[in-house]
Structures are given as C-alpha cells and as structure tokens.
C-alpha cells in the first residue's frame, strides 16, 4: 500500500451503499475497509486501524451510536475520527451524534464526489491541526531545552563514539540516548525505550533520564562504578516511584575505560549488544540477564566486562530497529537484523553503511516504532 494511501472503515446494512462508495473512494485513492454491521466493523478494528471512520446511523443489532460509544471507550480507537452517514435529516440524531464526538455527518443523498471532497477536506483539516500542535510542542520543548537525545556525540579518547536516531512519523517518541563523561577517565553511555507510544513515551522519557543521570553521578560520587550496581538503584528508585513505577522501560548502561579500551555493559530488558571482532573477523551477541526498569525491587543485573582492541565495533539497538510489517502485523526478527548487518560490520565507513542500510528514506516510511543505534569502535 503506497505510503500516501488513506484508509477508510466503511459500516452500512446497505450492501449497494457499501459497494458504492467503495468505488467512489477507492478512485480517489482511499483502501476501503467494508463491514455491514458493527460486529463486522469491531472484527475488522481488531487488526487494522483506519484514518477515518464513515458509519451509517441505523442498522440491525448494534446501531452507529453504539458503535461509536465502544470505539469511544478504546484507547486504541478513541481518536480514529468518526463521520456518521445517514439518510435521515431529524436534528436530534444529528446532535446526539456530534455529542458523542463525531467529527460530522454526512447525507446520503449527498453527490458521491462530494463525499469524497468531505472526507479528504477533514482529513487535511486534522493532519494541519496535528501539525501545528506538534510545532507548538516543539517549540515548547525547545525554549525549556527539553531533549531525550543529544545534538551530536562525544569525544572519546581512543574511541569513535556515534549515534543514529529515528522517530517513528517523526513524532518524539519513548526512546532516550545519553553520555556522561567522567573527568578523563570514563564515559557512560545510555539507550534506553519507554514503552509506548509517541506523546506519552517521550513524556516519561525525561523522567527516566533523570533518574539515571542522577544515579550515575551520585555512584561515581561514592566510588561505585559498577554498571550493575547503578542500574540497580536506578530500577528500586524506579520501582518505588508511584507514577514510574507502573511506566516500563528498557536501558543499556555501558561505561567506556578510556584508558584500558574496557567497556562495562549492564541491561535491563534490551536486545543484545553486537560485537565485532576484528582479530577474529566474526561478530558475537552480549547478552544482559536483567529485568525491565521498574518490574520487580531486585532487577537480577549482571555485568560484562569487553576489552576492546584496535577495530573492534559495539552496536547497541532499540527494539525498533527490529521491528517491521508484515501482513499489516506488527513482527520483530533479532537475527534478521544481525544477519542483515554482517557484512557491513568492521568496515571504515560501518556506520554510515548501517544508515544507509536501515535509516534510509525508503525504509524510514517502513518504520512502526522508534529507530535508535549506539555504536562503538576501538581506535
């Protein structure tokens, strides 16, 4: 289905009615989803979400109200916008559907190619909308210098330390990156991915991030420098807190030894780091053992200690960059993306090969979560 496509979930009795607009709408470039009563219509909800519901009024079984008011009640649903269509011109029904949040109604003795010019006139009036609001935001975000990921990566000594990050539909999402540089002796690196979606997960983002800005320096206060130990009292402050608490969230803690070329790596609910080594020519996987932030008081964390030499690469990912389509299902395949990047690993332009490989302009319109990579090569 072209990127562009709208897609509409159409609900009438009324068989002709139904084939139709279907016609109408499928010439104009919407993928029609048809269903003849709202037991149909919730079957089809259950795996597809459309831009736009067209609904009729009255119909056997549940009727449209009804439909409209299980639709209001699901989170997953509540913000489809809803267009009734009826054949009836009483103003209560009319009023009682714009109380419930109906976007509009439309006659049915309305001109089909009016229809049409309705439906995509609402559409572009809420996409204007939802990007005004989201430049608002932004700007909003921007003036409290509000970030989940830094503007540009640090300078390590012996190192070369980059970062590749993509938003899903360009909204700020849940995933968060950051780097703490500690005198001339370490810096840690953090990835991490809150679960959810847009809005939300970015919201909880900096709440997660001040958590563990705070633990890692208050532990290299103390002398604590185990990755281990500091995810840990990330996770019980985590667990503890009444709103968090309830927010899961993954992370990857590592802390690069400038001096030794050691990386300390410990997790909580990530994917496995990718390590390339260069000596060997082949890659391996660095499992954590940890539990998601916030599950349980005691987390479980190891720590692994990686003594990297002269060309050796880190690869650290978020969950999305796993993550694909298929059959309009979301799926997620770990060795799909390690065999994908094989070749391209102890390269001098690895990173630039991954982006082009994963974040270019034709996959980034495949993306169904946000896209986050840290990598890490030896000097």
Known sequence: MPQSQKKILLVDDDRFILMLFDKALSTEGFQCLSASSVADALEILKTELPDIILSDYQMPGADGFEFRSIVLNDKRLKNIPFVFLTSYTDRDMIQRGLDMLAVDYIDKETPVALVVSKLNNILQAIRKQHEKSMNEIRVAAEALNLSSVPSEPPSVEGFKVNFLYKSFEDYPGGDFIDFIRIDNRFTFMVLGDVMGKKWGAWFFSFNFLSYIRSAIRLCVFDGDLSTASIIQKIN????M????????STLSLLMIEHETGKVYYSGAGDLPLIWYKANEKKSVTVNSSGLLLGVMLEGQYNE????????????VVS???????????????YDLFFNLIQPILGNEGTLEMIKSVTFSEEKSKELVDDCSLLFIERK
């Open 236 to 239: 019980k402050v985590i667990f």
């Open 241 to 248: 807190d009444p709103v968090l608490g309830d927010v899961l």
């Open 304 to 315: 692994e200690v990686m003594e990297l030499l002269p060309g050796d690469q880190l690869i």
């Open 319 to 333: 969950d999305g960059m796993i993550d694909f389509e298929e059959n309009g299902e979301k799926k997620s395949d």
